[in-house]
């Protein structure tokens, strides 16, 4: 999972008719202008946005019958950011778990999916807090807004939402999900004190923590 993940955000009204054009078939900046009946600079705006966000890609050039034209493609990976049916099926799959499977056995599951999906990234350095302010950005990266605190000596990262709610169904064992990636990706200790309740919100406190913090760092 190196580099900018996609931003899907990028895609209402015309960018997301772009997105539906070159999903299709790799296609180019003049191709696309014609069938949204846009002008080329338009388009070439929209596209620029596109690459930015990592949503699609130059792949080559055609040969025009003046000049050639770039094509334009979908970026790795975007099929995946665009389903709307990793939800659905990971709601259901824990749900079928829960009943099927002991909970002793699905939370070690549980905590396995989470190494290994901190194993996607490389283990920051440095001392704890400064591993903690870079698990904060990866949880922002992720989609998950949260702030780093400090209180009583405790270290925790406290979320404003929750990445997997619509899998949690008050089952403890997907918190801990993320609990071990944390903890795979800190190198040290962590434990959830997540809130699970109608509107669930991640919290990870975090163990072995640095004897100072002069501040708040507030992510959005």
Request: net charge positive; aromatic share 4%; glycine share 8%.
């Amino acid at each position: 999972m190196a580099g900018k993940p996609p931003r899907p955000g990028s895609l209402a009204g015309t960018r997301g008719r772009i997105v539906d054009i070159v999903r299709r078939s790799p296609t180019t900046a003049t191709e696309i202008a014609a069938r949204l009946e846009l002008t080329y600079n338009a388009v070439r705006a929209h596209l620029a946005a596109l690459e930015r966000d990592g949503l699609v890609r130059s792949s080559g050039v055609r040969r025009g019958v003046t000049r050639p034209a770039v094509v334009y493609e979908l970026a790795p990976d975007v099929d995946d950011v665009l389903s709307r049916a990793y939800m659905p099926f990971a709601s259901h799959l824990v749900r079928v778990l829960g009943e099927r499977v002991p909970e002793r056995d699905l939370d070690a599951v549980m905590r396995e999916v989470g190494r290994r999906v901190a194993r996607e990234w490389p283990r920051p350095r440095g001392p704890l807090m400064e591993r903690v302010d870079a698990a904060s950005a990866l949880l922002q990266e992720l989609g998950a807004p949260n702030e780093v605190e400090r209180t009583n000596g405790t270290v925790r990262i406290r979320g404003f939402g929750c990445l997997l709610a619509a899998a949690i169904q008050g089952r403890p064992q997907v918190c801990h999900v993320m609990e071990s990636l944390l903890e795979e990706f800190l190198g040290t200790a962590v434990r959830e004190c997540c809130d699970r309740g109608e509107r669930p919100r991640c919290c990870f406190e975090i163990h072995d923590a640095a004897p100072a913090l002069t501040n708040r760092d507030v992510r959005t």
